[in-house]
Every structure is written in C-alpha cells, then in structure tokens.
T-cell receptor, first 113, second 117 residues
C-alpha cells in the first residue's frame, strides 16, 4: 500500500534560517504529492502540490520538487519567519486510491525571533 | 458555507457512552472524508463519501464506528460505546469533485477533539 515518511520533529529554527523538511513516499502508481500546513488552532490547509515527476510546487516562499528517482518531495524555504511556526504534513494521493489520501506523521516547526 | 464546519469542537465523554460528531462541508463539494489524528501521530483515514454513498469504509477501526451522509451535504460520525483509545481529534475534509484524477486537494475543518474518560 501507499505510505509517506517524513522527517521527525520537532524542528526549531531561528528567524531567517533555511528550512528543509524531508519527505519520502512509497506508492504503487504515479501519485500526486502535497504539503499541508496546520497553524495553531486551525484546520489543515493545502500549502503546495505537484502532480507529476519533476514538477515544483511553490507557495508563500515554500518549494518542493517531485523527485521520482528518489521518491521524495522535500519541503524547503530559504528564510523562515516566526509566522511559519506550524505542523507540516506531507501527503500523497493516486488515482487508484484517490478517495484516501495518505499522510505522514507531521513535523512541528517552531521559529524563534 | 465558507469553509468546512465541525461540531462540537470539544467533547468530553465517559467510557461506554455514544457520541456523534458532525461535519458540514463546503457547499457544492461532493466528496467528504473523515480522518482521525491521535496525539503525536499522523492522520488516519476513516471513511470517504461521494455524494451520499461511502465507496471506502476501510479505515473504520471497529463496528462501533459508523458514519452517514444525507442530502449530499452534512455527515455524522457516530462512535458507540466509546473507549479511551477513541480519544483523538476527528477531522473532516471535503473536495469539490470525485477524486478520479488523483490530484485531490482536501479542505479540512478545524476538527472535533474527543476525550473519553
């Protein structure tokens, strides 16, 4: 079955530091890949997505590139802000199991001023 | 509505009692999903609705769990004879079309936090 493994947290960074949160996946088909973010007290919301190999998703300064050869979708941001403090979830869905998106365990990011 | 609404936001119950959790998806969204988020863990899929039917119930952990959706809109997740291990945040999500393409973007509610004493 499908699975998503993401970098364990928590991650604590200083403002303006570089962020990488690793995500790798296992899927039998050709999945679409997502990063969702959950800010304190709020529901999960889509941060970015990529639907095919070599696509780059980007939003709010965050980027992730769909790497089929390494089955990865690492999340990066060049300069984090305090407001980026949240829990980040990597996820996939594929057309054969598209009713059931598979999520990683989440990585908690805290950015200190 | 403007977003996915869930109620109650918090529920504390005694072991053995039944609970109902409600989800009101975004107007016009045909697909609705229930997930469970236990402390420090990822999201566990429970059930998926397309319209009023549930093509995938594979994630329901036991026969104490059931869900229905009426009128292609509001859904209720019912947990009978609650146990302490049922304590978690129950998340509802919706999406605007059948997830045939695989690129299925979910919009989540804020969740219902269930505590079973």
């Amino acid at each position: 079955g499908n699975s998503v493994t993401q970098m364990e947290g928590p991650v604590t960074l200083s403002e303006e530091a570089f962020l990488t949160i690793n995500c790798t996946y296992t899927a039998t088909g050709y999945p679409s890949l997502f990063w969702y973010v959950q800010y304190p007290g709020e529901g999960l919301q889509l941060l970015l997505k990529a639907t095919k190999a070599d696509d780059k998703g980007s939003n709010k300064g965050f980027e992730a590139t769909y790497r089929k050869e390494t089955t990865s979708f690492h999340l990066e941001k060049g300069s984090v802000q305090v407001s980026d403090s949240a829990v980040y979830f990597c996820a996939l869905s594929d057309h054969r199991n598209a009713g059931k998106s598979t999520f990683g365990d989440g990585t908690t990011l805290t950015v200190k001023p | 509505g403007a977003g996915v609404s869930q109620s109650p936001s918090n529920k504390v119950t005694e072991k053995g009692k039944d609970v109902e959790l409600r989800c009101d998806p975004i107007s016009g969204h045909t697909a609705l999903y229930w997930y469970r988020q236990s402390l420090g863990q990822g999201l566990e899929f429970l059930i998926y609705f397309q319209g009023n039917s549930a093509p995938d119930k594979s994630g329901l952990p036991s026969d104490r769990f059931s869900a229905e959706r009426t009128g292609g809109s509001v859904s209720t997740l019912t947990i009978q004879r609650t146990q302490q291990e049922d304590s978690a945040v129950y998340l509802c999500a919706s999406s605007p079309q059948p997830p045939t393409s695989g690129a299925n973007v979910l919009t989540f509610g804020a969740g219902s936090r269930l505590t079973v004493l």
